[in-house]
């Protein structure tokens, strides 16, 4: 059986998946096609960001002394801070605080609940005191 196709349409080619030999070397002839590109170091603490290499000598010294001397702290602080702590911090900064009024206002409502619930335990305290005197002790 042969397929009819409408006029002035051309029939649809089916590409089969490339293997993975031919993604490989399609991946290494695009590779070789591009300049690697060249990396720039920026420091961060410099005033305007500047490259490492557009900083005077002493000042490129310094800053890899630093970096030698602080490697191994980074490294400690990273490996013994433990991941609950940092996942908290993580949390703790994504809250919404309420506004002041709000919290004024919830901090009223507390005050009031625990005045309250205050009174009502002195209430008990006493009745069950005023009990206790005249069952048990008369």
Do not use: C
């Not at 649809?12 to 060249?38: D, F, G, L």
């Not at 000042?59 to 630093?66: E, T």
């Amino acid at each position: 059986m042969a397929e009819k196709t409408p006029a002035g349409k051309k029939p649809r080619v089916r590409k089969s998946a490339p293997t993975v030999r031919e993604r490989v070397e399609a991946a290494t002839a695009k590779e070789e096609n591009v300049k690697p590109k060249r990396a720039r170091k920026v420091v961060k603490f410099a005033r305007k960001s500047l490259p490492v290499h557009k900083l005077r000598l002493r000042d490129r010294k310094v800053i890899k002394w630093l970096g030698r001397i602080l490697r191994p702290i980074g490294w400690l602080l990273k490996h013994l801070i433990p991941r609950y702590f940092v996942n908290s911090f993580r949390e703790v900064r994504q809250v919404q605080w309420p506004a002041r009024r709000e919290t004024w206002r919830l901090t009223l409502a507390v005050f009031i609940f625990a005045v309250v619930f205050g009174g009502m335990v002195a209430g008990v305290d006493k009745v069950l005191d005023e009990i206790f005197k005249k069952v048990v002790l008369k």
